[in-house]
């Protein structure tokens, strides 16, 4: 229940920031309308060779398309973090083309990083899908550790300007230092935004299916509310990650506690196996996890 608690708190903390600069959900609505094109152009004749059963064809333009979406979702992801920072930095009128302007200057780097990401991703999905039972645990232990590990990346990016390797050495590395080698796990923001947007959406999507033959157009409805509340609800979840995703790497690195959270809050941020404190807990902080 703490750990729900612990959540809830980051995540409201996390909206009254993106409330006070809502500029910064532009940044994950633009990559949404970015990659609804790219998907069309690259996934759309992929997925069609494979229903054909043309693997050789449909193989290349999925792994492209995986790849030119990734790139386009970390471009937008970087430029929200750099924003979020000079936010946290003081810095007055922060617009979406100053997060850009760092997004740009990054872009070789943003791109060698999607490439990473994108090579983990099929390597798990292949582990998924063709290795049985341990291939499925194999791919959860990975995508666990992935995730993890890789939690800081965006901001490191953003803000050191780092290439792929030395980003993904640096995620690494400020975990180990601020928390300790025995890390199992970091919270999850946006709990709140699954409860009251993503789960509504999903029945209001259900319902609109099973009415569909009987009211066609009540069932329309309702999917397309549905379809709305869904969209904007993951928007939301992106823009609150990546504040959130800012201010714990601001934290671990300067020992600043930013944009109104507290030391506890980002220290609770991480869980640690077998401890109740990590090796830099202040006195009050309770490592955990949501």
Request: glycine letters at 12%.
């Amino acid at each position: 229940m703490s750990r729900i608690k612990r959540g809830w708190g980051l995540t409201k903390k996390s909206w009254a920031l993106l409330k006070e600069h809502r500029e910064l959900i532009r940044f994950p609505l633009y990559g949404a309308i970015a990659t609804v094109p790219l998907a069309i152009l690259f996934l759309g004749p992929g997925l069609y060779l494979l229903d054909k059963s043309s693997l050789a064809g449909a193989i290349p333009l999925l792994v492209i398309g995986v790849y030119v979406l990734s790139v386009v979702g970390f471009y937008f992801s970087v430029g929200l973090a750099a924003a979020a920072n000079l936010i946290f930095e003081g810095q007055a009128n922060v617009t979406v083309a100053d997060g850009l302007a760092v997004a740009r200057a990054n872009f070789s780097r943003i791109c060698g990083w999607a490439a990473i990401s994108t090579a983990i991703s099929l390597l798990m999905a292949v582990l998924e899908n063709q290795g049985g039972l341990a291939g499925n645990i194999a791919a959860r232990l990975v995508g666990m550790a992935w995730s993890l590990v890789t939690f800081l990346a965006v901001p490191v990016i953003a803000i050191e300007g780092t290439g792929p390797v030395e980003t993904l050495k640096r995620s690494a590395s400020i975990f180990r230092q601020k928390w300790g080698a025995q890390i199992t796990g970091n919270i999850a923001i946006g709990g709140a935004v699954f409860l009251l947007g993503m789960l509504p959406a999903a029945l209001l999507i259900v319902a609109g299916i099973a009415l569909w033959s009987a009211a066609p157009f009540l069932g329309a409805l309702l999917v397309v509310i549905g379809a709305l509340i869904f969209a904007i609800a993951i928007l939301v979840s992106r823009a609150l990650s990546g504040i959130f995703g800012v201010a714990l790497y601001r934290y671990a690195t300067e020992g600043k506690a930013v944009g109104g959270f507290t030391a506890a809050e980002l220290e609770s941020a991480v869980r640690v196996k077998g401890n109740k404190g990590s090796r830099n807990a202040p006195p009050t902080a309770t490592p955990g996890t949501v």
